[in-house]
């Protein structure tokens, strides 16, 4: 079945066709870097990273671009709140960024272009507007003419004059219309500067992401995304941009997230419900909040609620268990059964739901279902008398390929056996054989101690650090 993606620009599903067969050309919108991000800048790094992961597993040759914005009033105003110079500040939440989205289990883009990285290349794009009769220079300023492209508003799906609703001239600006958005902002006293044809200062917020994904993508691009809320302006102005300067169509697929609140309230720092994400995965496991995000599709909004972490959380340790004992089984003797033609199909046919939850606009609620499913057979293929290495490893295969898109683990390392801890299990074991039944409960108090928690199945004891 060929990928459906649902197109923010066309508001229906379409089915992928790419520019290039067999390549996927992928920009998303990255943070403003000031601060650390929180849980709603996570979420697109999670959909987005899956979307690539899956496209990956498909087959794909997958370029996944991603920006720092690193210049901006955001970041100068925390610099200078903090007496701290604007790089320093910058390459140090930069890092952090990289801590966070590493411990969510996101693999890093192929590029992550940084704004200040591109200056030249974003004053030149100016220039060519300004010839063309896009953009004009106003006191220091750029503004580009939005009445002059005449596409606008086609991925808000707004006519131009609603649009003018609500829009208005800030003190300072010399714009010939309200609708006009700056593309080059003319130095202030004190502030981060470059020098240009229109004077010192820096980089509107819309022109960067319209000058690093052509410099990284080409003219033309399979996919842009981001998050519900840059669907207007900046993905709108994006748009304008690159279509004027290019003459071709800039992204053909538009993908954008839903919102998360905060126990049903929108996330807002006025309401004190503002969460980092450095903060919340010092309390939850990063691959629980992971998991969470991907248990809803990524198009609906996202309730983010103690009970529905722990929900999550249970469910991710279900499917953590049935993976363990089937780890655990593979190293006993297995015997040849009558019946792994039988689940080897039943295998295959989960694969294929799947496949087609992922292959429905990442549909990865109906993907964790199928995982889900995978876990309840390979439960009752466990209780069978005898089992197939065979079968047992088609079971791991299939969880580890479920896991690879999803950027899920099923196993943590330090989950795994050291030689010390399972000595003492062993040990607990021939006292339970021996019916020394105090060695064998003074050997559990030990481990406790240790923060291992011993759980006795029918496939043998296993162990756990405790949550």
Not at 162 to 176: F, N, Q, S, Y
Not at 371 to 379: C, G, K, Q, T
Not at 383 to 408: H, P, Q, S, Y
Request: charged share 30%; glycine share 6%.
């Amino acid at each position: 079945m060929t990928i459906q993606i649902f197109n923010t620009l066309t508001r229906q599903k379409e089915p992928f066709i790419p520019l290039e067969e067999g390549k996927v050309k992928m920009y998303v919108c990255g943070p403003t870097v000031y601060n650390f991000i929180h849980i709603g800048n996570a979420r697109p790094v999670i959909v987005y990273d899956t979307v690539r992961r899956y496209f990956e597993y498909k087959g794909f040759d997958v370029k996944y671009v991603s920006n720092f914005t690193d210049v901006d009033d955001k970041i100068i105003k925390a610099a200078n709140e903090l007496g701290e110079d604007v790089f320093e500040l910058t390459e140090r939440f930069i890092n952090a960024y990289f801590e966070d989205i590493t411990a969510l289990g996101c693999k890093k883009a192929d590029v992550h272009p940084r704004v200040t990285n591109h200056m030249q290349d974003i004053i030149d794009f100016i220039g060519v507007l300004i010839e063309k009769g896009f953009a004009y220079e106003s006191q220091g300023d750029v503004y580009y003419r939005t009445r002059k492209f005449d596409g606008y508003g086609k991925l808000s799906h707004q006519p131009i004059d609603d649009l003018k609703v609500g829009a208005r001239i800030e003190a300072g600006e010399k714009k010939e219309d309200p609708l006009d958005f700056a593309l080059w902002k003319a130095a202030k006293p004190g502030e981060i500067k470059w020098e240009s044809p229109f004077g010192e200062g820096r980089p509107g917020w819309h022109i960067e992401c319209s000058v690093m994904a052509r410099e990284h993508l080409g003219d033309t691009i399979d996919i842009h995304a981001g998050g519900q809320d840059l669907t207007f302006p900046h993905h709108e102005n994006e748009i304008a941009q690159s279509e004027a300067y290019t003459g071709k169509e800039f992204a053909r697929y538009w993908m954008h997230n839903g919102y998360i609140n905060i126990d049903n309230e929108k996330m807002s720092k006025s309401l004190g419900n503002f969460v980092l994400v450095n903060d919340i995965r010092q309390q939850i496991n990063p691959q629980v909040l992971r998991f969470f995000m991907l248990s809803v599709h990524y198009r609906h909004p996202i309730n983010f609620a103690q009970d529905l972490v722990e929900s999550a959380q249970a469910g991710l340790e279900r499917l953590r268990t049935a993976y363990s004992n089937i780890q655990y089984r593979l190293t006993a003797s297995a015997n040849l059964s009558n019946n792994g033609e039988v689940y080897l199909d039943t295998i295959d046919d989960v694969k294929k739901q799947f496949e087609i939850a992922m292959d429905d606009d990442f549909n990865t609620a109906n993907a964790i279902s199928a995982l889900f499913e995978l876990a309840r057979i390979a439960n009752t293929y466990l209780n069978e008398a005898n089992t197939e290495e065979r079968v047992l490893k088609m079971f791991i295969e299939t969880f580890d390929a479920f896991g690879e898109v999803l950027g899920i683990k099923f196993l943590e390392e330090d989950e795994l056996l050291d030689e010390e801890i399972e000595a003492l299990i062993e040990e607990r074991n021939m006292a339970r054989k021996n019916r020394d039944f105090a060695r064998s409960d003074e050997i559990r108090d030990q481990l406790l101690k240790m923060d291992i928690v011993l759980e006795d199945t029918r496939q043998g004891t296993r162990w756990k650090r405790g949550l």
